[in-house]
T-cell receptor, first 113, second 117 residues
């Protein structure tokens, strides 16, 4: 069965600093990977996705993620964080059969002024 | 283009009462999903519909939960009777129909936050 681990429950970063959120997955086949963001009281918004091709994926809001098969990782990065980036971030892997998403536990990002 | 619409946004009920959540997916999306998100955790799939057919309800607690999507568009998720442990956010998502060789991105609604007292 597939699984997703987000090792960091909370991350605090200063505004303007860089951000990296870790995601490790376990899946036997070619993974389809996603990052979603959830602001307080809101649903999940898709930031970016990896299905195939270039392993560096660009998303919305200045985010990017890099797929590394050898490390079973799909880490999310942003060069300069804005206060509006404070939210919870979820990594997810898609099981092709049934289009089933399995989410990690999430990483909550706090942004200091 | 309108996103996934859910109502109500918030619901507070006493235990043993019934509750229902409504979802309107993105126009043209044949596939609809209901997820439950417990506090501090990622969402977990409850049920998936392809048009009006529930094709995966293996994670739906069938003793108290039920869902329907009668005309293959809107869907309702019901809990009867609600228990304290049902307090969570219930998220609806939709996508185009996946096939054997294609996977489709799921788009989520804002969710219904349920508190059972």
């Amino acid at each position: 069965a597939q699984s997703v681990t987000q090792p960091d429950i909370h991350i605090t970063v200063s505004e303007g600093a860089s951000l990296e959120l870790r995601c490790n997955y376990s899946y036997g086949a070619t993974p389809y990977l996603f990052w979603y963001v959830q602001s307080p009281g809101q649903g999940l918004q898709l930031l970016l996705k990896y299905f195939s091709g270039d392993t560096l994926v660009q998303g919305i809001k200045g985010f990017e993620a890099e797929f590394k098969r050898s490390q079973s990782s799909f880490n999310l990065r942003k060069p300069s964080v804005h206060w509006s980036d404070a939210a919870e971030y979820f990594c997810a892997v898609l099981k092709a059969a049934g289009n089933k998403l399995t989410f990690g536990g999430g990483t909550r990002v706090l942004v200091k002024p | 283009e309108a996103g996934v619409v859910q109502s109500p946004r918030y619901k507070i009920i006493e235990k043993k009462q019934p509750v229902a959540f409504w979802c309107n997916p993105i126009s043209g999306h044949n596939t609809l999903y209901w997820y439950r998100q417990n506090l501090g955790q990622g969402p977990e799939l409850l049920i998936r519909y392809e048009n009006e057919e529930a094709v995966d309800d293996s994670q739906l607690p069938k003793d108290r939960f039920s869902a329907e999507r009668l005309k293959g568009v809107d869907s309702t998720l019901k809990i009867q009777p609600a228990e304290l442990g049902d307090s969570a956010v219930y998220l609806c998502a939709s996508s185009l129909a996946p096939s054997r060789d294609t996977q489709e991105t799921q788009y989520f609604g804002p969710g219904t936050r349920l508190l059972v007292l």
